[in-house]
């Protein structure tokens, strides 16, 4: 990655203008930390501050991967690991700006006629195929739990 400077000690610097993907975005903060600057003046310090956000935001992604299998808000915790992060580490910002990116395009992909009307005819085959299933099932064992079916 070019810093832009090959002295040794030269530290780069984000601009409040960025470009991804040949997209300039204005309107966003620059990339890099945003810990106070007293904390950025000392390295230790900020090092410290750096491996405290990290293990903050680790634990938080943790709890949203337990979270995907579970009745729980999985991928809203997991990204808000990712926003943890993201006040600390560049890598962390260029995924949510992707992310971000990517959800805008989908949800405008959405709501495009064609595509909520394939969406929507979709759903409506997929509830019949599970009405006429449950349908079977009911006609077949009645209202009995699966675990107290005896061999017919």
Do not use: C
């Amino acid at each position: 990655m070019n810093t832009g400077s090959n002295e040794p000690g030269e530290v780069a610097v984000a601009t409040n203008e960025v470009e991804v993907d040949g997209v300039k975005d204005d309107g966003e903060q620059g990339l890099g930390s945003r810990a106070p600057e007293f904390v950025k003046a000392r390295r230790a310090l900020h090092l410290s501050w750096q491996v405290g956000v990290f293990i903050i935001g680790l634990a938080i992604v943790g709890a949203g991967i337990v979270l995907l299998p579970l009745p729980g808000p999985g991928w809203v915790v997991i990204f808000g690991g990712m926003a943890v992060w993201a006040t600390e580490f560049v890598w962390a910002q260029l995924v949510l700006r992707w992310t971000k990116r990517k959800v805008t395009e989908a949800a405008q992909k959405a709501l495009d006629p064609k595509v909520r009307r394939r969406n929507i005819i979709l759903t409506s085959i997929g509830l019949v195929i599970v009405g006429v299933i449950l349908g079977i099932y009911l006609w077949k064992f009645g209202i009995v739990m699966p675990w107290n079916i005896k061999d017919q």
